[in-house]
T-cell receptor
Framework: GQQLNQSPQSMFIQEGEDVSMNCTSSSIFNTWLWYKQEPGEGPVLLIALYKAGELTSNGRLTAQFGITRKDSFLNISASIPSDVGIYFCAGRSTGNQFYFGTGTSLTVIP | KAGVTQTPRYLIKTRGQQVTLSCSPISGHRSVSWYQQTPGQGLQFLFEYFSETQRNKGNFPGRFSGRQFSNSRSEMNVSTLELGDSALYLC???????????FGPGTRLLVL
């Protein structure tokens, strides 16, 4: 099935640093979602975006729905060790099907 | 409100066997979607059920099937298991087909 292009694939950062990751698609999406998945668990919803240009925060996390509706960004500020995990973007297409990014693996070094 | 629950959490089967996985959505959610997650392929959409009807289907062989009951609980069945079916199977529920999806913890299936 279709997958979104998510980058970077992995990140190794020092505690306290800011993190940025993004997702792009060749198709227009009506909804962008960002999830975090920890080992052995299912993805947990972090932020949901429903309108082009929308900027939404959840604590140290901020995500934006791109103006073109073909991309989205997630930023994590002042990273801490518990931010470790795999972050997935997901988009809902105009055909109402959800597609997922390939994931960004984040490692935070204390 | 309780989250999405999936049973069993872990399962070991041998090639040729069949398996049934269960998913109970968040109370009030009527849509249930199933995904297969593997390290190489990422999250792949299997199918979606809404009000006991299959709404969407991904690109998987007919060995993969599912159903949804009147209480919105869903089951997924895989027949004639193959080694490549080893994966984490995730269920996600939402209020409706177009609403935000919430995932369960997954069932990890190992086929030997």
């Amino acid at each position: 099935g279709q997958q979104l292009n998510q980058s970077p694939q992995s990140m190794f950062i020092q505690e306290g640093e800011d993190v940025s990751m993004n997702c792009t698609s060749s198709s227009i999406f009506n909804t962008w979602l960002w999830y975090k998945q920890e080992p052995g668990e299912g993805p947990v919803l972090l932020i949901a975006l429903y309108k082009a240009g929308e900027l939404t925060s959840n604590g140290r996390l901020t995500a934006q729905f791109g103006i073109t509706r073909k991309d989205s960004f997630l930023n994590i500020s002042a990273s801490i060790p518990s931010d470790v995990g795999i972050y997935f973007c997901a988009g809902r297409s105009t055909g109402n099907q959800f597609y997922f990014g390939t994931g960004t693996s984040l490692t935070v070094i204390p | 409100k309780a989250g999405v629950t999936q049973t069993p959490r872990y399962l070991i089967k041998t090639r040729g066997q069949q398996v049934t996985l269960s998913c109970s959505p968040i109370s009030g959610h009527r849509s249930v979607s199933w995904y297969q997650q593997t390290p190489g392929q990422g999250l792949q959409f299997l199918f979606e059920y809404f009000s006991e009807t299959q709404r969407n289907k991904g690109n998987f062989p007919g060995r993969f099937s599912g159903r949804q009951f009147s209480n919105s609980r869903s089951e997924m069945n895989v027949s004639t298991l193959e080694l490549g079916d080893s994966a984490l199977y995730l269920c996600a529920s939402s209020l409706g087909s177009t609403e935000t999806q919430y995932f369960g913890p997954g069932t990890r299936l190992l086929v030997l």
